[in-house]
T-cell receptor, first 114, second 112 residues
Framework: QKEVEQNSGPLSVPEGAIASLNCTYS??????FFWYRQYSGKSPELIMF????GDKEDGRFTAQLNKASQYVSLLIRDSQPSDSATYLC??????????????FGKGTKLSVIP | NAGVTQTPKFQVLKTGQSMTLQCAQD?????MYWYRQDPGMGLRLIYY???????DKGEVPNGYNVSRLNKREFSLRLESAAPSQTSVYFC???????????FGDGTRLSIL
């Protein structure tokens, strides 16, 4: 059973601070890693993906991957109240016969305090 | 909605009724997926279709059937609805199996 673990939170940070969201995964063969943002009552929205060890930056977001430690994180710089949402970590691994499956964590709820 | 249209948006059923949830994508992509999302359980894969004409079970397929009618449409059917199937159902599409998935707006289904 492939598992993806996230701290459920809530994680509260003041406006303008850096929010750090963490995720660990069990399947060492996992190949790609995704962060989704989900506002209450809405669908998940892709915000970042990373395939290789190291950092990947996109605007205020940085994804960090360490395959040796089976750890992926998302940093949000200059956090805004509009960043308040649940952040889902998703890990994709090969499931055989040319197919890939995403395994999701249960999400971390982030609250940015004005 | 990332090129994914789900219908209906809301539905209430009685136990034992049947229903089909519809999903259509306008991106001409190969892979389509059905998930359910329950409080405290996260998103769980029900069925997926890697390409037109193929379907495979995910983590929680019991009580569901799917049809990949063509490249554009992937439907999810509940033959005899049970209260345990009360959930929010999301359809997703991806260009290929190893590409990011993009989700529709979801169907909120309640079974009494």
């Amino acid at each position: 059973q492939k598992e993806v673990e996230q701290n459920s939170g809530p994680l509260s940070v003041p406006e303008g601070a850096i929010a750090s969201l963490n995720c660990t995964y069990s399947d060492r063969g996992s190949q790609s890693f995704f962060w989704y943002r989900q506002y209450s009552g809405k669908s998940p929205e892709l915000i970042m993906f990373i395939y290789s060890n190291g950092d990947k930056e996109d605007g205020r977001f940085t994804a960090q991957l360490n395959k040796a430690s089976q750890y992926v994180s998302l940093l949000i710089r200059d956090s805004q109240p509009s960043d308040s949402a649940t952040y889902l970590c998703a890990v994709k691994g090969y499931s055989g016969a040319g197919s890939y499956q995403l395994t999701f964590g249960k999400g971390t709820k982030l609250s940015v305090i004005p | 909605n990332a090129g994914v249209t789900q219908t209906p948006k809301f539905q209430v059923l009685k136990t034992g009724q049947s229903m089909t949830l519809q999903c259509a994508q306008d991106m001409n992509h190969n892979s389509m997926y059905w998930y359910r999302q329950d409080p405290g359980m996260g998103l769980r894969l029900i069925y997926y279709s890697a390409s037109e004409g193929t379907t495979d079970k995910g983590e929680v397929p019991n009580g569901y059937n799917v049809s990949r009618l063509n490249k554009r449409e992937f439907s999810l059917r509940l033959e005899s609805a049970a209260p345990s199937q009360t959930s929010v159902y999301f359809c997703a599409q991806a260009e290929g199996g190893d590409q990011p998935q993009h989700f529709g707006d979801g169907t909120r289904l309640s079974i009494l």
